[in-house]
């Protein structure tokens, strides 16, 4: 009788364990899916069909014809610069506004997970912040003062634009339309190169200088690094 009743308290408690379980895995796919569903995940770089995008593709090479980057007006845009920096997983960022389209440089962070495909290698060196220096590779003590993007010991960038997740590139578009609904097209990069180019601009902006000047350099830049359609 004794053996009875220690196996059926044995099966009791099997069955509590058991049902324990089901309830934390219930409340870990909920609260998976909650993120996931969220501002907050940008899941992983889509192919070539974007199959991470729900609707039309806000962002890039979407108009036909070869002319995307006639840019005839440059300005920097305080207001839509305010607007990326401010969106999840964005450390930083900048935004030129010509007469047909935004283009904005950014720098991203660990605040959200998935802005760059699986896979792709991480271009930031943080040795220096175990090393007691700024940069292991020269000894510098210091970054240099004209670049917001050094690669060494900061937040992260990509030198390939195709490479961040589509899912953040299309929050970026549309948060960026939904401020200045005339944009024609958004082109979004995180290239260290770009973005210290980028702040070059933001910089003699502040000056007051117009940047206009710099037009043709910048539709040669852009050209270059996004392409166009054929």
Do not use: W
């Amino acid at each position: 009788m004794r053996k009875v009743i220690l196996s059926s308290h044995i099966n009791f408690l099997f069955i509590i364990i058991l049902l324990g379980g089901i309830g934390l895995t219930g409340c870990e796919s909920t609260y998976t899916k909650k993120f996931q569903a969220s501002k907050s995940d940008y899941g992983s770089r889509g192919e070539a069909k974007d199959e991470l995008i729900q609707g039309e593709r806000m962002y890039g090479l979407t108009i036909q014809g070869g002319l995307n980057h006639q840019n005839k007006k440059l300005q920097y845009s305080k207001e839509l610069s305010t607007v990326l920096s401010e969106l999840p997983g964005i450390y930083s960022g900048i935004v030129m506004l010509t007469d047909r389209n935004a283009y904005a440089a950014i720098i991203y962070d660990n605040s959200a997970t998935g802005s760059k495909g699986t896979g792709t290698p991480d271009e930031s060196d943080h040795t220096g912040t175990t090393r007691g220096m700024y940069d292991t590779h020269t000894g510098n003590q210091t970054a240099d003062p004209n670049q917001i993007a050094t690669g060494i010991n900061s937040h992260y960038t990509e030198n390939n634009p195709d490479n961040l997740s589509s899912k953040m590139k299309q929050q970026i578009a549309l948060a960026l339309r939904n401020e200045n609904p005339r944009l024609l097209e958004v082109y979004i990069t995180a290239n260290r190169e770009f973005i210290n180019q980028m702040n070059v601009y933001y910089v003699e902006s502040t000056r007051g200088v117009s940047l206009n000047s710099y037009l043709d350099d910048f539709n040669k830049l852009v050209t270059t690094h996004f392409g166009v359609t054929k």
